[in-house]
T-cell receptor, first 115, second 112 residues
Framework: EAGVAQSPRYKIIEKRQSVAFWCNPISGHATLYWYQQILGQGPKLLIQFQNNGVVDDSQLPKDRFSAERLKGVDSTLKIQPAKLEDSAVYLC?????????????FGPGTRLTVT | LAKTTQPISMDSYEGQEVNITCSHNNIATNDYITWYQQFPSQGPRFIIQGYKTKVTNEVASLFIPADRKSSTLSLPRVSLSDTAVYYCLVGAPNNQGGKLIFGQGTELSVKP
């Protein structure tokens, strides 16, 4: 089975520019997550989708970050304008709707460098 | 959400058994214990999940004492390729909608 796909793998931008990341989850997975992982830290959840609806976006900096999951399949995360502190790896994960499981499947991530 | 505490780093040698212990004193009745592994430049990978006693799969074993205030991930006969960061997570997927709260993790270094 194909894994979670993300693109691009690397991105370098200047502060105040905008950037977008794309994620295609595993086929049939209803739940999609975006995480931010700063170097040396564990991943932090930014937003969670159930099909095309938002379940949790409490830690998404909504003044500059936005995400959508049209048609309940692939998703896009955007940052506009970027700040230096946004430099991190952005991970996408997906999971089946399964009772009592934390089994999420992660993509390889997009490494963002803001200069 | 129950807070977890685990060692920042551990060293081991090839062929040894490695046990990583995680403390979660405030674990709730409905909480499960889940472990993830992360290699450099990759996303985390689910290893094992348990509620009580012992769980074993082809990769690892998870030991949970009766009071559930701690858990131990056991990796048998590690190899160099087991060098990674290991995260212990505690929570109730049903109540939290699958929200994972990652700590800093334990950086395991396996030497030849």
């Amino acid at each position: 089975e194909a894994g979670v796909a993300q693109s691009p793998r690397y991105k370098i931008i200047e502060k105040r520019q905008s950037v977008a990341f794309w994620c295609n989850p595993i086929s049939g997975h209803a739940t999609l997550y975006w995480y931010q992982q700063i170097l040396g830290q564990g991943p932090k959840l930014l937003i969670q989708f159930q099909n095309n609806g938002v379940v949790d976006d409490s830690q998404l900096p909504k003044d500059r970050f936005s995400a959508e999951r049209l048609k309940g399949v692939d998703s896009t995360l955007k940052i506009q304008p970027a700040k230096l502190e946004d430099s991190a790896v952005y991970l996408c994960a997906s999971s089946l709707e399964r009772v009592s499981s934390y089994e999420q499947y992660f993509g390889p991530g997009t490494r963002l460098t803001v200069t | 959400l129950a807070k977890t505490t685990q060692p920042i780093s551990m060293d081991s040698y090839e062929g040894q058994e490695v046990n990583i212990t995680c403390s979660h004193n405030n674990i709730a009745t409905n909480d499960y214990i889940t472990w993830y592994q992360q290699f450099p430049s990759q996303g985390p990978r689910f290893i094992i999940q348990g509620y009580k006693t012992k769980v074993t799969n082809e990769v690892a074993s998870l030991f949970i004492p009766a009071d559930r205030k701690s858990s131990t991930l056991s990796l048998p006969r590690v190899s160099l390729s087991d060098t990674a960061v290991y995260y212990c997570l505690v929570g109730a997927p049903n109540n939290q909608g699958g929200k994972l709260i990652f700590g800093q993790g334990t950086e395991l270094s396996v030497k030849p």
